[in-house]
């Protein structure tokens, strides 16, 4: 078992800076991927970000040059740091860690929430 612990979400205006981070533990020395997913209402869950174990990163097309993510492996921590916010960014942002052993899971954390005013 994982055991996620997200923080860093809040209300902000456009323009603005906020800072996510996404702490793992547990069983966590096997994680292969580590990453943030977005969900505004009414909506489906995208992804937004996320680097795997060798440091690749991927990223959505709206947020590639205002988004950063990166990753402590020494603490199972991955950070967003989100840059010139705009109003469409607004939304519940989980943070996905996906473990090989013993078997491939998925796990969720609980979500955090963006707000981004105009």
């Known amino acids: 078992q994982v055991q996620l612990v997200e923080s860093g979400g809040g209300l902000v205006q456009a323009g603005e800076s906020l800072r996510l981070s996404c702490a793992a533990s547990g069983s966590s020395a096997s994680i292969f991927v580590m990453g943030w997913y977005r969900q505004a209402p009414g909506k489906q869950r995208d992804l937004v970000a996320r680097i795997f174990s060798d440091g690749i990163t991927n990223y959505a097309d709206s947020v590639k040059v205002r988004f950063t993510i990166s990753r402590d492996n020494a603490k199972n921590t991955v950070h967003l740091q989100m840059n010139s916010l705009k109003p469409e960014d607004t939304g519940v942002y989980y943070c996905?860690?996906?473990?090989?052993?013993?078997?491939?899971?998925?796990?969720w954390g609980q979500g955090t929430q963006v707000t981004v005013s105009s």
């Open positions: 996905l860690v996906v473990v090989t052993r013993p078997r491939i899971e998925n796990y």
